[in-house]
């Protein structure tokens, strides 16, 4: 099985990783009551953006985006060290 990202996947990726170079607020404080604020600040910036749920159709905020796409959003945002948003089970799925 190929693994490597299609053409329209790689142009995906590079549109997503310049975003979050450019946007990405750094670490999440550790004060738990900060910390939720700071995801949830992240989240809305992903969602004015269409990154925070990205498979949602577009109307809803979203990008359409596809299973691969959705994952390639997840492995910039681990490469990245970007916060994680709040509740991403109910949005990401």
Same mark, same amino acid.
């Given at each position: 099985m190929n693994f490597d990202d299609s053409p329209e996947d790689k142009a995906f990726r590079a549109e997503f990783r310049a975003w979050l170079t450019a946007n990405n607020?750094?670490? $999440?404080?550790p004060d738990p009551d900060a910390a939720f604020e700071f995801r949830r600040a992240w989240q809305k910036t992903m969602y004015d953006a269409g990154w925070a749920a990205p498979g949602w159709p577009r109307e809803w905020g979203g990008r359409e985006a596809t299973v691969?796409? @959705? !994952? /390639? !959003?997840? +492995? +910039?945002?681990?490469? &990245? @060290? &970007? &916060? !994680?948003? $709040?509740? &991403? /089970?109910?949005?990401w799925n």
């Open positions: 607020p750094g670490p $999440i404080p691969s796409q @959705r !994952v /390639i !959003v997840q +492995e +910039e945002i681990a490469l &990245a @060290r &970007a &916060a !994680v948003i $709040i509740n &991403a /089970i109910g949005v």
